[in-house]
């Protein structure tokens, strides 16, 4: 999908965007079958499920939170790379 994407982008004289594949309540097969095809963005919704699931995933995924931080929920994790609010 990343080649394809910039392959039609470079056609087109435009920027590549960044695909993020958001994986929240998907299983960690799931998301080990989108890294082993090249996906190395994901996002997640949900703090507990980010928390419990990017320590057994491969340590070059980049996780995105893209959802509003309940005030409540401080989130302190090291594979967490951007908010999208």
């Known amino acids: ?3 394809a994407i910039s392959d039609v982008c470079k056609q ?3 920027p590549v965007p960044r695909l993020v594949a958001v994986s ?3 299983p960690n097969d799931k998301v080990t079958a989108a890294y082993e ?3 190395r963005h994901f996002g997640e919704n949900y703090v507990q499920e980010l928390v419990g699931k990017a320590p057994l995933m491969p340590a070059d995924i980049k996780w995105h939170f893209v959802r509003a931080l309940h ?3 401080p989130v302190a994790h090291p594979h967490l790379i951007c908010l999208v609010l």
Do not use: E, F, I
Request: proline fraction near 7%; avoid cysteine; glycine fraction near 14%.
């Open 71 to 73: 005030p409540h929920a």
């Open 37 to 39: 095809a090249g996906q």
């Open 24 to 26: 929240k309540v998907q």
């Open 12 to 14: 087109l004289g435009k």
């Open 1 to 3: 999908m990343n080649s």
